[in-house]
């Protein structure tokens, strides 16, 4: 047996297909990491504090510097999801924080219409991420179970669920409002478009049952103001701006251009393949579609974090999987380049000369992603997804 039929057998061994093994491994994950994280979590006691100062109607976006360092950048409504692990021990919600947001993102993939073949892909593939994500206690993890279920769930024509967690991410933490892109696959748009409505008016007010009205009104006033200050913050900061625009910001060492110079093209990638309507009926087109969403959520945002990635390298696991023809030897080193680069490159296991040195200052964990992006709107403006309804 040569070296390529062993690897093939190692990869078909019944242990790797074992969804008990799997979802004891991802939870094991998250008591880790928790375990890891108890006696430094600063950003579990940012979102604690989120619930106390809508309960005591202070700022959530002042600094609080005996509570914690940095400050909130999320919604009033997120006082709404951090309560039930704000009001128990702090050891007790840090552990079940973890818990909850892993469980959440299994749940999405499990309940997806995604093959067993690409559910397994992404159980593997994005562990390590998951992990990077759970050190650092990020919604993030929810953000991509979030656009996950927006998109399944317009596919299974429950739009007004759909429509529920598109608010709820966008109320939280604005990526949410990337479901938005999954408009058009709708077959009850004007269902979908008076969800939209009605959802967000529950989850705005929702807020004000631990507060007042007035008081949430104007947190959301500061919010935007602080989203805007922070954008402006993000452009050269270590940790902050690992995207597309932050690795060329970065690079280039000039802060005399506006982003738009990239975004815009960018979008225009982004929105060209929609003109494809004849492919729609396609299921691996409109995966290929999510896939586009989730890495260009992270790549054109400069809010985006190292923990962002898992949203990421979810998308990039459904752009190599769900297509219906052979990846190519090209595709298997982008795969290989993304795990180790992007994935990798935050931890131990990464030198750590290359992560201090190049990877962190030039916010290179984006270019793996980003240049299986630009080969993902290469295919998807030129290849036929007919074939794909063997997905099914």
Known sequence: MNTKEKLSTFLHHPLLRDYRLLFGLWMLLAVVAALMKMHSHNNFLIFRGVFWHTWQQTSLFAEYPQEYWDVNHYGPLFSMVIAPFSVVPE??????????????????????????????????????????????????IAI???????????????????????????????????????????????RFV????????????????ISSPEYIVGQYQEWLQCLTEKNADNLFATHQNISLLGMVRKISGSPDYSDLWLIGPGLVLFALPYLRFSQYRHMAFRQT???????????????????????????????????????TSWDVALMVFAFVLTSLSPSDLFPAFIRKELVQPYALKALPVALVWLRLCYEIMSKDYAEAKALR
């Open 144 to 190: 991509a179970a979030i656009i996950l279920l927006a998109f399944f769930l317009i596919e299974q024509e429950r739009d007004a669920s759909a429509a529920f967690f598109i608010v709820l991410g966008t109320l939280v933490k604005l990526y949410g409002i990337v479901g938005l892109a999954f408009f058009f696959f709708s077959r009850h748009k004007v």
């Open 91 to 140: 050891w007790v919600g840090l552990l079940l924080w973890c818990l909850v947001l892993t469980l959440f993102l299994w749940w999405a993939v499990r309940r997806s219409l995604l093959t067993n073949r690409q559910q397994l892909f992404v159980f593997w593939f994005c562990a390590h991420e998951l992990l990077t994500a759970l050190y650092m206690q990020q919604f993030n």
């Open 194 to 209: 008076l969800s939209l409505v009605g959802w967000g008016a529950v989850l705005f007010v929702l807020p004000m049952l």
């Open 289 to 327: 579609l999510l896939a586009s969403v989730l890495m260009f959520t992270v790549l054109f945002s400069t809010g985006s974090e190292s923990s962002g990635y898992i949203i990421a390298l979810i998308g990039v696991v459904v752009w190599y999987t769900c297509v219906p023809w052979q990846r």
